[in-house]
């Protein structure tokens, strides 16, 4: 183990919650090549089981704390060649423990242009400088006309100079502006002001118009709001500290002054202290306000970043419908509806556009298709889209499955986010080059229903429009994250190697893009893979790949039936040794509860599988295969509820999550406009945050508050208790916050949205308390 992973272990291991060997082994695997789902499902004993999630944050440490020693390197060396670095300062960088403080530290040595401490310096007055700072007992005037000559023309541009050289140091020490930083960090406030003349043009901002928080308590849908009012020019934001401070010389101030202690008796200590308070209202001030601005937009963007991702990853986990004929419809009213068949395995079998809207109001025709498609091709789901139409449509179904006879087939509507980005796509057209882009969207929606994760998998992660303000945060941290997630729900489910898709295979562990085409051309040219080992014989996958991704594949009906679980092939040798214990043929073994459950684990542990491989053995061979993803279950929306003016206060209806946020849960009722269940409302208890109730895709119970037709605001309860529906519950602060949730949804591009402050006075009715307008760019 390297001095380097030791350091770094140690310093990451308390942020995950992990022994410094467990984050050191991690690390290492990590640096080898290993993939986190890997790691996480066949390193345990190495690791000490180590779960996903410690692995990710660990893995977003390292790349980190990697990043700040290699900064570290280069300020040592750029100091060092200046012939600066001594053993203190080299002690300073070496004890830096964010990129923050090494940076305050390499200020003063950092390389810069001329500036007016520079000229001062030339002018001869760093003596003068010097000497104000030494003797405080001398008057700084009298001092100064001395260095009158020259370039100097007089005794207030000699102290000119002499301010020029103090402000700079001041400003440039490390100590002072770190305690500075962080007490602005506990004491500022982040100010937003409308900008005059654009309070019409910027009405969607206009809670922001005058707006004060404390700097470390707005949540991120509010930093991300405002930073875009800010970014369109209708709002100025400042960061403000000790406004409301009535003593002369503010705290801000007193820190630099107490750094040189400068005092308020002697004459050089009078003159020093309006030097201090230059520093801070000229350089100081504006750099820090720019790095508390800097740092508020990450925090706000990482907040948003994870609750994207969250929503991702419950969005991918949905319950799949199964392999049953599929009907996908994408509604249109003007265009008509585009229809696609695919059969059990999402394999294309009929296509057509009906038009039983205005103006053909062909509905009977239509209903007579669909019907004949039914038939034709034993359609047992009817996957409708969620966008302009969807209701329209869902009752023109509803009628047409009334007169049909049993078995019917299940409507169910489903988001159809993203599918038109889908449809458009490079890989679309490759797999559907003769079919007509708006077919393409038909044919994704009736597939999202057999398997959401085998088909979402193929459009870009940010465009599934499951969070807030995407195209404000860092795009690369977005990527990462979301590919991360998306990589762990794809090899928590596994993956069947003989009908998954390139675009899904290539988020298997170890493959790739590349690697993922390589396996599908080699199926295609050689036929379905009877075993995992003949994965060895795809071009340019090696045993290296084969341990990172072989587990995570599957092989129904094959030639060794441990290939359909998620026993790993390197591993297979202990299933047979339990295999044997049982005295049973393997297959027959396999889902036997009662004789798996007599066995001791203990057993069968030896010198490289420890007891948590032994049990996941057990465990698999219990249930070879199985999906971690919950049991199919659909929404019914109310009958006669198809608009917002058909809702009335106190309805109970059932919707499906569709967006969860800090400050509350969107759920869709089927009205077209999703409404949204304040955190104070999700349940008859304290909701810290809503991800603790509330994921996309549950199906839930709520209640209707309140209606507001104009704003298109929908307020919702989950609450049991109805008497406390309506009001927040015990402790709970309401976040106003909100985004239209079909902003982006209806065909398919990511959501934008905003959210807004508190009001004041307190707002009346839940509806002020939990909505705001959605900020919707133009």
């Known amino acids: 183990m390297t001095a380097d992973i030791t350091s770094l272990a140690a310093r990451i291991a308390t942020e995950i919650g992990a022994r410094p060997q467990q984050a050191a082994a991690a690390i290492a695997l990590l640096d080898e090549g290993a993939t986190v789902p890997f790691i996480a499902r066949y390193r345990k004993e190495v690791t000490g089981g180590l779960d996903d999630t410690q692995l990710r944050r660990l893995d977003e440490r390292l790349a980190y704390l990697r990043e700040l020693e290699a900064r570290r390197t280069a300020i040592t060396e750029s100091i060092r060649q200046q012939e600066k670095l001594t053993p203190e300062l080299q002690a300073a960088l070496a004890g830096a423990a964010t990129k923050a403080e090494l940076e305050d530290i390499y200020l003063p040595y950092k390389p810069k242009r001329r500036n007016r401490a520079d000229i001062a310096r030339e002018r001869g007055l760093g003596p003068l400088a010097d000497a104000i700072l030494v003797d405080r007992a001398a008057v700084p005037a009298e001092l100064a006309t001395a260095y009158v000559a020259g370039e100097v023309a007089d005794v207030k541009g000699a102290l000119e100079g002499a301010r020029d050289i103090l402000s700079e140091a001041f400003a440039q020490n490390a100590e002072i502006v770190g305690r500075l930083r962080a007490y602005l960090k506990g004491k500022a406030d982040l100010r937003a002001k409308v900008i005059d003349g654009k309070q019409e043009a910027g009405a969607k901002f206009s809670d922001y118009f005058d707006h004060v928080e404390r700097w470390a308590n707005v949540p991120s849908h509010r930093a991300l709001a405002m930073l875009r009012g800010r970014n369109e020019e209708v709002l100025d934001l400042a960061i403000e500290v000790d406004a409301e401070d009535p003593r002369p010389v503010k705290p801000v101030v ?59 990853k419950d969005l991918l986990l949905a319950a799949p419908a199964g392999t049953r004929a599929t009907m996908g419809l994408d509604p249109g009213i003007r265009t008509g509806v585009k229809v696609a068949v695919v059969d059990a395995t999402g394999k294309l079998t009929a296509t057509s556009t009906v038009y039983p809207f205005p103006p053909k109001n062909d509905v009977r025709g239509t209903q007579a298709e669909l019907a004949a498609l039914i038939r034709k091709h034993g359609v047992e789901l009817i996957a409708i889209g969620n966008g302009t139409g969807s209701r329209e449509t869902e009752k023109l179904v509803a009628d047409m499955l009334a007169d049909l006879p049993a078995p019917k087939p299940l409507k169910v509507v489903v988001s159809e986010a993203g599918a038109s980005v889908y449809s458009a796509s490079e890989l679309a057209a490759a797999e559907f080059p003769a079919l007509d882009v708006s077919l393409r969207g038909a044919v994704s929606i009736a597939r999202r229903l057999q398997d959401p994760l085998a088909e979402l998998v193929k459009i870009e992660p940010k465009s599934i429009g499951v969070g807030q303000y995407q195209h404000d945060v860092d795009q690369y941290h977005l990527a990462r994250a979301l590919d991360a997630v998306v990589e762990d729900a794809v090899n928590a489910v596994g993956v069947d190697l003989n009908t998954a898709s390139a675009s899904l295979l290539a988020r298997v562990s170890g493959l790739g893009t590349s690697l993922a085409e390589a396996v599908v051309a080699h199926r295609d040219a050689n036929g379905a893979f009877a075993s995992r080992r003949q994965l060895l014989d795809v071009a340019r996958l090696g045993p290296r790949t084969f341990e990172q991704c072989a587990g995570f594949l599957r092989i129904r009906d094959g030639k060794e039936p441990l290939d359909a679980s998620a026993v790993h092939p390197e591993a297979y040798g202990v299933a047979r040794k339990i295999v044997a214990a049982c005295g049973r043929d393997l297959r027959t073994l396999m889902g036997d509860s009662a004789a798996l459950s007599a066995l001791d684990p203990r057993s069968f542990v030896d010198e490289r599988f420890g007891l948590p491989t032994v049990r996941d053995i057990i465990a698999e ?17 109310a009958e006669g509820v198809d608009e917002m003016k058909d809702l009335r206060p106190g309805m109970e209806l059932e919707g499906t999550v569709t967006n969860v946020a800090a400050f509350g849960a969107f759920v869709d009722i089927g009205v077209h406009q999703d409404g949204l269940v304040h955190v104070s409302q999700l349940a008859d208890r304290f909701v810290k945050d809503a991800h603790e109730v509330a994921k996309v895709g549950d199906v839930v119970k709520v209640r209707v508050l309140e209606i507001d037709l104009k704003r298109k605001r929908i307020s919702l309860s989950m609450r049991k208790d109805v008497a406390g529906a309506g009001k927040p519950a015990d402790k709970a602060q309401p976040e106003r916050g909100l985004r239209d949730n079909r902003d982006q949804r209806d065909k398919g591009g990511a959501n934008r949205g905003a959210s807004a402050k508190p009001s004041r006075p307190e707002p009346t009715g839940a509806l002020g308390a939990a909505l705001l307008d959605a900020l919707k760019r133009k």
């Open 254 to 312: 007193a820190m630099i002054a107490e750094g040189y202690s400068i005092g308020d008796r002697l004459p050089g200590d009078a003159w020093l202290m309006e030097v201090a308070g230059w520093t801070w209202r000229v350089k100081l001030s504006l750099h820090l306000s720019l790095d508390l601005m800097t740092e508020l937009r990450a925090r706000a963007e990482t907040e948003a970043i994870e609750v994207f991702a969250r929503n991702l």
């Open 621 to 637: 061979l219990d249930k070879p295969g199985r999906d971690p993803r919950p049991a199919f279950r659909t929404a019914t929306f």
